[in-house]
C-alpha cells in the first residue's frame, strides 16, 4: 500500500471515530453571517452549535472544526445534504471592506507554529482561493498587535480542485487569534481550519494597550513577489487601481497628441502668413489665392455669337471670302437669297486681339456690319 494513501485512510478512520488533533485546541470560533445564506443555506455554516444573533454566529463550533474536507464540487442543494456538503462561502458584496473576519478563541495560551486553511478554487464559478491573509495575536482577548502574520497567495486559473494553504506562523504565543481573508473573486469557500500548536508553559501577561505600530512579518506564498502591505489592500482593489492608472495614461497620451496636433497646425498657418507677408499684403492672398486675373468683359466678349462666328471659323483654300445676296432697293425688303443680283463679296473680318478697349471697337464693328447690310451701295463703306 502506498504511504500516501495509507495516511489518507488513517486520518479519515480518525475522523469517523471523533478523533481529534491534539495541536488544534480550537475552543469556539466566531463569524459572520452573509446575507445570501438566506437564499443558499447550504453555503451556511449548518453544523454550528453556538449562537445565532444580529448577522454573528459566537461562541460555538461547526463545518470549520468539523475535521471534513469539503470536495472540489461546489453546487448544494436548498437542505445543504447535496454535492460539495461541506463547504461554508462567502460573497464579497456582504463585506463593504472585501475581508471576512474569523476569530478563534484557543483552550489554553499556545505557541503556534502552522496554520492550515482548505480552500475551494473554482475559478469558473468565481470561486478562488483568498488574495491575503493577515493573522493577529492576543492573550487576553481585547487588544491585538504586535507582529501580525501577512501572507499572500498567487492566484490559480489553472487547476479547479480544492486545496490546502499553509501559512507560517513563526511561534506566536495567543490564545485568541483573528484570522483575515481579503476576497480574490466573488466567493470564499472554507472546509476546514486547523492549527499546529503547543501548549504553552511560560509567564506571559496580558496585553494593556494595542502594540499595532510593530511591524507586519510578511510570508508569501509560492511565486509571490514581496509586496509592502503598509495599508490593508485586496485584490481586487489592486486591479481597480491598475485599471484607473492605465486609464489615466491613456487619457493623457491623446491630450498630448491633440497638443502637438493643434501645435503643428498653428506652425502652419504661422508659416504661411510670413510667407505672404513677404509677397505682399496679407490680405491679398484671400482675395486672391491663385493669383490670376479674371477680365470679365473679355469673357463676354468672347462667348459673343458675332465674335464666335468671325474669330472660330478656321481659313481654309478657297473659302477666302464670304458671298451674301444683297436687295437692291428698298432697304425694308426682306433680303433673298435666291436673288439674281450680283452678290457682294468682302473680305471676313480678321481675327481680333483684345486690348483694354477691345469691347467698344466690337461695338463699332457691329454698328458698320448692319450698316452695311442696309446700305450695301454707301461708298463709305465699301
Known amino acids: 500500500m502506498p504511504h500516501s494513501f495509507g495516511v ?4 479519515q478512520m480518525g475522523v469517523k471515530l471523533g478523533m481529534k488533533k491534539v495541536t488544534s485546541g480550537v475552543k469556539t470560533y466566531n463569524i459572520t453571517k452573509d446575507k445570501s445564506w438566506d437564499s443558499i ?79 475551494n478554487n473554482a475559478f469558473t464559478k468565481n470561486v478562488q482561493v483568498f488574495a491575503k491573509a493577515r493573522l493577529f495575536f492576543s492573550v487576553g482577548g481585547v487588544f491585538y498587535g504586535g507582529k501580525t502574520i501577512t501572507y499572500s497567495y498567487m492566484p490559480d486559473r489553472v487547476l479547479e480542485n480544492s486545496r490546502d494553504v499553509a501559512i507560517n506562523l513563526h511561534g506566536n504565543i495567543a490564545k485568541f487569534i483573528k484570522l483575515q481573508l481579503h476576497f480574490e473573486n466573488a466567493w470564499i469557500m472554507l472546509s476546514e481550519i486547523s492549527f499546529d500548536s503547543e501548549i504553552f508553559t511560560g509567564n506571559i501577561t496580558e496585553e494593556k494597550e494595542d502594540l499595532s505600530e ?53 506652425m502652419i498657418l504661422l508659416l504661411l502668413n510670413r510667407r505672404h507677408k513677404l509677397q505682399g499684403s496679407p490680405s491679398a492672398f484671400f482675395r486672391n489665392p491663385f493669383g490670376v486675373n479674371i477680365n470679365m468683359k473679355d469673357i463676354l466678349a468672347n462667348l459673343s455669337p458675332l465674335n464666335s462666328a468671325t474669330t472660330t471659323t478656321p481659313h481654309r483654300p478657297g473659302a477666302n471670302s464670304y458671298t451674301h445676296h444683297i436687295p437692291s432697293s428698298n432697304s425694308n425688303q426682306d433680303i433673298s437669297l435666291t436673288s439674281d ?42
Not at 8 to 11: A, D, G, Q
Not at 343 to 362: F, G
Request: with cysteine; charged share 25%.
Open 8 to 11: 489518507r485512510i488513517s486520518l
Open 41 to 119: 443555506p447550504g453555503l451556511s455554516d449548518l453544523s454550528y452549535d453556538g449562537e445565532k444573533w444580529n448577522g454573528f454566529f459566537t461562541n460555538g463550533l461547526g463545518k470549520l472544526a468539523d475535521g471534513t474536507l469539503g470536495g472540489d464540487e461546489v453546487k448544494v442543494d436548498s437542505t445543504g445534504n447535496g454535492k460539495g456538503n461541506g463547504w461554508v462561502g462567502w460573497r464579497n458584496d456582504s463585506f463593504p471592506k472585501n475581508f471576512i473576519e474569523i476569530l478563534f478563541e484557543f483552550d489554553q495560551i499556545r505557541n503556534f507554529s502552522m496554520v492550515h486553511i482548505h480552500c
Open 214 to 266: 510593530d511591524a507586519d512579518i510578511i510570508d508569501n506564498g509560492p511565486g509571490v513577489v514581496d509586496v509592502p502591505w503598509d495599508n490593508v489592500e485586496t485584490g481586487i482593489s489592486a486591479r481597480k487601481e491598475n485599471e484607473d492608472s492605465n486609464s489615466t495614461e491613456v487619457v493623457i497620451g491623446a491630450l498630448m497628441a491633440l497638443t502637438f496636433l493643434v501645435l503643428g497646425v498653428f
Open 341 to 382: 443680283q450680283e452678290p457682294v463679296t468682302y473680305e471676313p473680318t480678321p481675327q481680333l486681339h483684345y486690348y483694354p478697349n477691345t469691347y467698344a471697337r466690337l461695338r463699332k464693328r457691329r454698328q458698320e456690319i448692319i450698316v452695311m447690310y442696309l446700305h450695301p451701295s454707301r461708298p463709305e463703306l465699301t
